[in-house]
């Protein structure tokens, strides 16, 4: 069975310092995988979302940026964090387009 | 206008009442998606639908294609139920999502 792998479940980060959340796929291969963001008391949001290895399509610009190094291995990365950038950040996968996705069980990030 | 609206914002029912919760878009779709975010954030897919209609247990899911409009049904409804309910557009990964709509239902 396939399972998703996010963390950390929880980061509090100054202004200005680096990012670095991961998110890994156990199970499958080749799939698509999206990073989400939830800022608080708005809606979900897609931020990034990627069809291969090294394939990055950005949704939203912004301070962050996605690498993805390993078929089933997903980056979300910043060099220097805003306030802006705290929020609930998602993990998901699917089989391809149009298919049902998986979310991780998130990270909180709180930037002091 | 937002392209996905979501309808109610906030929903209380008594344990056993029939739900509806209510999605339109503007946009040009290849699917829609139905999910289920937990108080700890957590999000569970529910359906993927891009025309008709799809049961699972209590919870069915419709789409209306032409009329841009899909609609969560649960039957028989519980508190464990009580979640916000996320209504999510796929335009080949283009992905827009409702506000939600957070149900909680009293034992």
């Known amino acids: 069975s396939q399972t998703i792998h996010q963390w950390p479940a929880t980061l509090v980060q100054p202004v200005g310092s680096p990012l670095s959340l991961e998110c890994t796929v156990e199970?499958?291969?080749?799939?698509?995988l999206y990073w989400y963001r939830q800022a608080a008391g708005r809606g979900l949001q897609l931020l990034f979302y990627?069809?291969?290895?090294?394939?990055i399509s950005s949704e939203v610009p912004q301070n962050l940026s996605a690498s993805r190094p390993q078929d089933r291995q997903f980056i979300l990365s910043s060099k220097k964090l805003l306030l802006s950038d705290s929020g609930f950040y998602l993990c998901?996968?699917?089989?391809?387009?149009?298919?049902?996705?998986?979310f991780g069980d998130g990270t909180r990030l709180s930037i002091l | 206008k937002n392209e996905v609206e979501q309808s109610p914002q906030n929903l209380t029912a008594q344990e056993g009442e029939f739900i509806t919760i209510n999605c339109s878009y503007s946009?040009?779709?290849?699917?829609l998606h139905w999910l289920q975010q937990h108080p700890g954030g957590g999000i569970v897919s529910l359906f993927m639908?891009?025309?008709g209609k799809k049961k699972h247990g209590r919870l069915i899911a419709t789409i209306n294609i032409q009329e841009k409009h899909s609609s969560l049904h649960i039957t028989a409804s519980h508190p464990r139920d009580s979640a916000v309910y996320i209504c999510?557009?796929?335009?080949?990964?283009?992905?827009?999502f409702g506000a939600g709509t957070r149900l909680t239902v009293k034992p």
């Open positions: 998901a996968w699917s089989r391809g387009l149009n298919q049902p996705q998986h």
């Open positions: 199970g499958t291969s080749n799939p698509n």
């Open positions: 990627s069809v291969g290895i090294g394939q």
């Open positions: 946009v040009g779709i290849s699917a």
């Open positions: 639908l891009s025309s």
């Open positions: 999510a557009v796929d335009n080949n990964n283009d992905m827009r």
